[in-house]
């Protein structure tokens, strides 16, 4: 049997046998939740806001009053969707009143009767959960008219584009660039006072935009050649016929959307220059709505596949376009294109069938606005709580210090995981006199962070500061990115802030690993041989004038260790082998591990660099846990070899292979004479034996 979830209680009182008696009175039937005090009323108002049934508020509290969680639950429109009983020994008429003027629902003096305030806490309940339940039933019915009238408009401009013998997405793509377009262009400008309403009403208008093609022969619509002057007279008729279809509707003439409807059909073909048809209207004597979907329409027809012609890209359209090619349109829309032309393609290629929900579930929300008796709809709240719970769960996931701060009343809320990284409650009332935030961090920093958020704009909001603080006692740099968040108001409020702090130093940290395993051989250390070949080439084309040698290496017998003791002693040797490479290389010489067990060095030689070969050569050989280790190593020097990378590679890859040829356990220089050994070396040969003749044999010198 399915658990019915109880009605959640906020008890806000600062006597904690007030909270005790009220808690007993209430627990069986409801979920209590306690505060001992106003701010940490707020802070649970603001956590968990939506899933409150009902506040029991005292007045006389430390930190903030009743009066104080009032104001602050008007000023965030918490008191519209949750009722608040106010229960307090102060029972003096003036403070009844005020109470009342600040909206709770009802009044209890102190002492109580047990019934009564039961009885009152079960019916205020009831009233706002039918009051919700209402405001769902009213949002589901404007939803679902909202939902119907758009797909009956669909259905007819669909019938349209079929026999037009066009895409179905026709329709979507001109109310989309549509709405994209009329958003940009109030954003620009105030020109034409566009509200929310008037966009949805030219954007849902804007399917219909063809209708009059209904009554256009097919033969002229679907002509893949050029129309006739008879045929094109014909076409531009489609104007005047929807208009007409419209204008002569038996009812809705005085509706808003028949009316921009009849412009749109009629005038959406006319041009800013006044050379379009059907009237010849010119620049803002045209509608707006008109101009908006006439430059939506064209660009669909360009990125859209015709009878008459393939589509063009994106870039293509928006070009032809802006070059007068397509018309002259309003050089206000023509900038909205130009500066928003891939928020356009990205726009286009994102909208959905959800996407238009959320625009109708916006109209609803509209709608239900005007009202004012009527609260946030059950659908909204549920919305909201599961936006509240993806943003916990990322928050946790993300193991990111996230925080949201509320200038009024003065409190921090801090993601889980971030409270437990600093050493604080998710909490913080008053953060920049908290003797906890303090401990964390100086108060100039504090204070600095305060400022540089003050110092922002609703227009540029974003800032990125730096401070230290004092995490397990070690003091460590973050750096804090955060919005400021400013009201709706005239002139605009700092209300507070939202952000994430990262450490600066972890951050590096995990950066340097990245680049490490981007960069090194997992199993040695070494550079890998790709970004060695790349610090080289850096290295050469640096120092055009300095003399480079390039070795390659690899140990003798290496298959034997595997084969005798197994791979893991083999991959302890390959470790061994590369810390005696670091150990006697210098500082500006490079080492990699090439693959297996071959290694590279590169390095830097004034004057004779056999000595220095020498002296690696020798530090490499030696014994790891009875294992004999012997190396056979090749060596091409810029100045015989070249400085073309490939070819020094293969050069120190031919001398090596002279070495193993000739016995192994030695090192030879690149010459002249191996260029083309490989070419002659028989199959025989290639099996690398050590019996090959004593004048093929190195002597480990050059």
């Known amino acids: 049997m399915k658990q019915t979830r109880k009605e959640k209680i906020l008890i806000v009182d600062d006597s904690e046998l007030n909270r005790a008696i009220l808690a007993d009175m209430l627990g069986e039937e409801y979920d209590i939740v306690e505060a001992e005090n106003g701010l940490e009323a707020v802070a649970a108002l603001q956590k968990m806001g939506p899933e409150l049934s009902l506040v029991l508020l005292d007045i006389v509290m430390p930190e903030m009053d009743g009066f104080g969680v009032l104001d602050t639950m008007n000023q965030n429109r918490w008191i519209d969707d949750i009722p608040v009983i106010m229960i307090s020994a102060e029972s003096g008429s003036s403070h009844i009143e005020r109470a009342y003027e600040l909206g709770v629902t009802d009044f ?5 009767d047990a019934l009564i305030v039961h009885r009152r806490v079960v019916n205020t309940i009831l009233l706002y959960a039918k009051q919700k339940k209402l405001v769902g039933m009213v949002a589901d019915q404007i939803y679902e008219k909202e939902r119907q009238g758009n797909l009956m408009i669909d259905i007819l401009s669909h019938i349209v584009e079929f026999r037009n013998g066009e895409s179905g997405l026709h329709v979507l793509h001109v109310r989309t660039l549509t709405e994209l377009l009329l958003r940009m262009l109030s954003q620009k400008t105030d020109r034409y006072r566009l509200t929310p309403e008037e966009i949805s009403i030219i954007t849902t208008a804007s399917a219909l935009h063809d209708i009059g093609k209904i009554a256009i022969d097919e033969h002229i619509l679907n002509k893949p050649g050029r129309l006739t002057e008879e045929e094109f007279a014909m076409m531009k008729t489609h104007t005047t016929v929807g208009a007409d279809m419209l204008e002569n509707l038996p009812i809705h003439q005085n509706d808003p959307l028949v009316n921009v409807a009849y412009q749109i059909c009629r005038w959406h073909h006319e041009r800013y220059d006044g050379r379009g048809y059907p009237d010849g209207l010119k620049e803002d004597s045209i509608p707006i709505s008109a101009q908006v979907v006439a430059l939506a329409d064209v660009y669909d027809a360009l990125t859209s596949q015709r009878v008459y012609k393939p589509p063009f890209s994106h870039e293509e359209a928006v070009q032809m376009i802006l070059d007068g090619k397509c018309g002259v349109f309003n050089p206000l829309l023509l900038e909205c294109l130009r500066e928003n032309a891939e928020a356009i393609r990205a726009g286009l290629a994102a909208n959905s069938q959800a996407q238009r929900d959320q625009r109708e579930m916006r109209n609803v929300a509209r709608e239900i606005h005007r009202h004012e008796e009527l609260a946030a709809s059950e659908r909204t709240l549920q919305l909201l709580e599961h936006e509240r719970m993806k943003y916990s769960f990322f928050a946790a996931m993300t193991q990111e210090i996230q925080f949201e701060y509320t200038a009024s009343p003065a409190m921090v809320t801090i993601s889980a995981w971030g409270a437990e990284k600093l050493g604080l409650g998710e909490t913080v009332m008053d953060p920049l006199h908290s003797s906890a935030v303090l401990a964390l961090a100086d ?83 070494l550079l890998n041989h790709a970004y060695a070949k790349k610090r080289i080439l850096e290295r050469i084309e640096s120092r055009p004038t300095a003399s480079f040698a390039l070795a390659i290496f690899d140990l003798d017998h290496f298959k034997s260790a595997n084969d005798t003791y197994g791979h893991s002693f083999g991959d302890r040797v390959l470790s061994h082998v590369a810390e005696a490479l670091r150990q006697c290389i210098r500082d500006g010489d490079i080492a990699a591990r090439v693959g297996g067990d071959e290694f590279l060095i590169f390095l830097e030689h004034k004057g004779d660099v056999e000595p220095v070969v020498a002296r690696i050569f020798e530090s490499l050989c030696g014994t790891y846990e009875d294992f004999k280790i012997s190396v056979s190593m090749g060596i091409a020097p810029t100045a015989t070899a070249g400085r073309d990378y490939d070819t020094l590679f293969h050069a120190a890859d031919q001398a090596l292979y002279t070495v193993k040829r000739g016995g192994r356990g030695q090192y030879r220089f690149y010459d002249e004479s191996m260029k083309q050994m490989l070419s002659v070396i028989s199959p025989i040969d290639s099996g690398e034996a050590d019996t090959a003749p004593a004048d093929q044999k190195g002597d480990g010198q050059t």
């Open 443 to 525: 108060q100039e920093w504090i204070q600095g962070l305060s400022n540089a958020l003050h110092s922002t704009c609703p227009d540029q909001p974003v800032i990125t500061y730096d401070c230290q603080l004092n995490l397990n006692g070690e003091k460590r740099w973050f750096r804090i990115v955060a919005r400021a968040t400013w009201s709706a108001d005239e002139p605009a409020r700092y209300t507070g802030a939202i952000g994430k702090a990262v450490d600066i130093h972890d951050s590096r940290m995990k950066l340097h690993a990245l680049e490490q395993m981007a960069s090194h051989d997992t199993l040695t250390g």
């Open 108 to 112: 209890v003096a102190r002492p109580f």
